[in-house]
Structures are given as structure tokens and as C-alpha cells.
């Protein structure tokens, strides 16, 4: 294995990438509360913490980097290709950019992003009339900003498995899962039987478990607000 010239080092592409996912990610969320902005922070941190690695330094690629060159000889894993370790280790002979885990994961980000854009728009419009919001995402899931994140931050890890995100990302889908659970909690307390009877029909994370059911009135409730 010859190794010419390393593919980390470049910060300014660290600090561009997560500014722009970061903003990009921001514009369709839009945090008011504290509790907004302590999910969206996390998720900013798994960002820079991702883009840090792929782009800055290659942690994970240092302390795997005996057991890799042993395990798979030939391969430069300073080089930008190789730090797509599930692409590499599979062994698929093809430019990781376009492997399946790559392009599956695109498809995860573009989704992720998509259902954040459609959540928030049918969330504003709810807000802006003080209206429980029952349509688009939030008419198959209670918690369409959350999913959007994790489906966001799975599609990464495919992309570029670090062992840093490797150990956030459980740990933010048990603060995202304990943050839905709080709002729940005040969404019952603030509006009651419109709330609990969303919540009976529409599952929180999961859209092809739900269990539907048709309203007394033959209409979702439109009353108050959703998170």
C-alpha cells in the first residue's frame, strides 16, 4: 500500500458541510422552545462530529487502522474512497459513492429532509391558527420532526460509520423517544380528549403499525396544537 497525499486535514470542508446541513436542517424546523433547540443541538453535534471525521480527523480510521491493514491488506484507508468503511469492507469493487449503502443512504437523507420540509409547513399553519396538526406526516406519525432527524443520522452512519456517531446515535434516539414523551405529556394536559383521542390513532414513529381507527365524527380532531 503507497499513500501520496492524505484526504483529512481540510477543515474548511468540515466547517462548510455542517454549516450547510446544519442551516439547511434549521430552515424547516425552526426551534422556538428550549426543548426544540436541545434536539436540533444534538443533532448539530452528530453533524460536526460526523463531518470532523470524514473530513478533518479520521479518528476512527486511526484506531482501527492495525486491524484494518492486517485484516485488509493493499487498501490506503488515509485515502477519501476508503473512509466509506462499510462500502470497503464489504469488498464491492465499485466507486463507494456508488455502492449500495451509499446510495441507500442518500435515499434516507433526501427522505429525512423531505419529511422534516412537510412536517414543518403543516406545523406552521397549525400554530399560526391554533390548530391541532392532523395533516400530511402528522396524519401517520405523532413525531415527524423526530423520525426526520434519526432517518437523517442513519443515513450518515451508513454513509460514513464513525465510532463517535456509532455511540451517539442510540443515545439520541433514547433522548428524542424520552423528549416525544414529555411533549405527549403536555399536549394531554393542555388539550385534553382532543389530544388522547390523535394519540389512540396515530402511531408515534412507526406509520405502517398504526392503528387506525375512524373518529366519532368521521374527522380527526382540529383543536390545539401539536409538537
Same mark, same amino acid.
Given at each position: 500500500m503507497s499513500h501520496t497525499e492524505s484526504a483529512y486535514g481540510l477543515w474548511s470542508l468540515v466547517i462548510i458541510n455542517s454549516l450547510v446541513f446544519i442551516l439547511f436542517a434549521f430552515s424547516f424546523t425552526r426551534p422556538k422552545t428550549r426543548r426544540d433547540w436541545r434536539s436540533f443541538g444534538m443533532f448539530s453535534a452528530f453533524l460536526v462530529a460526523l463531518f470532523t471525521e470524514m473530513y478533518g480527523f479520521p479518528l476512527t480510521i486511526y484506531l482501527l487502522m492495525s486491524w484494518l491493514a492486517?485484516?485488509?491488506p493493499g487498501i490506503d484507508f488515509l485515502s477519501h474512497d476508503a473512509g466509506h468503511l462499510l462500502e470497503t469492507l464489504m469488498g464491492w469493487k465499485v466507486n463507494p459513492h456508488w455502492g449500495p449503502f451509499h446510495i441507500f443512504s442518500n435515499l434516507l437523507i433526501?427522505?429525512?429532509f423531505w419529511l422534516l420540509a412537510a412536517a414543518w409547513r403543516v406545523l406552521y399553519e397549525a400554530q399560526g391558527t391554533g390548530q391541532l396538526a392532523v395533516d400530511g406526516p $402528522?396524519?401517520?406519525?405523532?413525531?415527524?420532526? $423526530?423520525?426526520?432527524f434519526v432517518l437523517i443520522m442513519f443515513g450518515f452512519l451508513l454513509q460514513w460509520p464513525t465510532l463517535?456517531?456509532?455511540v451517539m446515535f442510540p443515545i439520541l434516539l433514547l433522548v428524542y423517544i424520552k423528549l416525544a414523551k414529555r411533549e405527549e405529556q403536555e399536549m394531554l394536559a393542555r388539550f385534553g380528549d382532543a389530544y388522547r383521542t390523535y394519540r389512540e390513532r396515530t402511531?408515534?414513529?412507526l406509520p405502517w403499525s398504526a392503528r387506525r381507527s375512524p373518529?366519532?365524527?368521521g374527522a380527526p380532531p382540529n383543536s390545539g396544537k401539536q409538537p
Open positions: 492486517r485484516n485488509f433526501a427522505g429525512g $402528522y396524519a401517520r406519525i405523532r413525531h415527524p420532526q $423526530y423520525v426526520g463517535i456517531t456509532l402511531q408515534a414513529f373518529s366519532p365524527t
